[in-house]
């Protein structure tokens, strides 16, 4: 009867110490996708789906812009996606700039085109 009190026992250490390494593992990757979404790594992600999916405005909601967004996503439908180019010019307009000057551009000077 002794051994089933251990087992238990230690079957509720085992399980507390999961509970606690999972708290941890989630813990870091909060604090990981927050650092993604801060500073100069605002650039390569808002760079990146601007090329890819900038009609949707999706870059712009990303750095804060809310009404530029919906401007970029209702401006792509009404002109059959003519309007698509802005978000490429964008994209690469913020994947070559410096990570320095993309962060006080956008993010602190809040400057929502080009």
Same mark, same amino acid.
Not at 27 to 34: D, P, Q
Not at 82 to 105: H, M, Q, R
């Given at each position: 009867?002794?051994?089933? +009190?251990?087992?238990?026992?230690?079957?509720?250490?085992?399980? /507390?110490?999961?509970?606690?390494?999972?708290?941890?593992?989630? #813990?870091?990757? &909060?604090?990981?996708? /927050?650092?993604? @979404?801060?500073?100069?790594?605002? +650039?390569?992600?808002?760079?990146?789906?601007?090329?890819?999916?900038?009609?949707l405005?999706?870059?712009? @909601?990303?750095?804060?812009?809310?009404?530029?967004?919906?401007?970029?996503?209702?401006?792509? @439908?009404?002109?059959?996606?003519?309007? #698509?180019?802005i978000?490429?010019?964008?994209?690469?307009?913020?994947? &070559?700039? #410096?990570?320095?000057? @993309?962060?006080?551009?956008?993010?602190?000077?809040?400057?929502?085109?080009?």
């Amino acid at each position: 009867m002794s051994e089933d +009190k251990n087992l238990g026992n230690d079957f509720k250490e085992q399980a /507390n110490q999961f509970a606690n390494e999972a708290k941890q593992t989630a #813990s870091e990757f &909060t604090r990981g996708a /927050n650092e993604a @979404f801060a500073g100069e790594n605002k +650039k390569i992600i808002c760079g990146i789906v601007a090329i890819l999916i900038g009609y949707l405005g999706v870059h712009k @909601f990303i750095l804060g812009y809310t009404k530029e967004g919906i401007i970029q996503l209702v401006a792509s @439908f009404v002109t059959c996606g003519i309007a #698509s180019i802005i978000p490429v010019i964008e994209g690469i307009i913020y994947l &070559t700039k #410096s990570d320095e000057a @993309f962060y006080n551009t956008y993010q602190v000077g809040k400057k929502p085109w080009f």
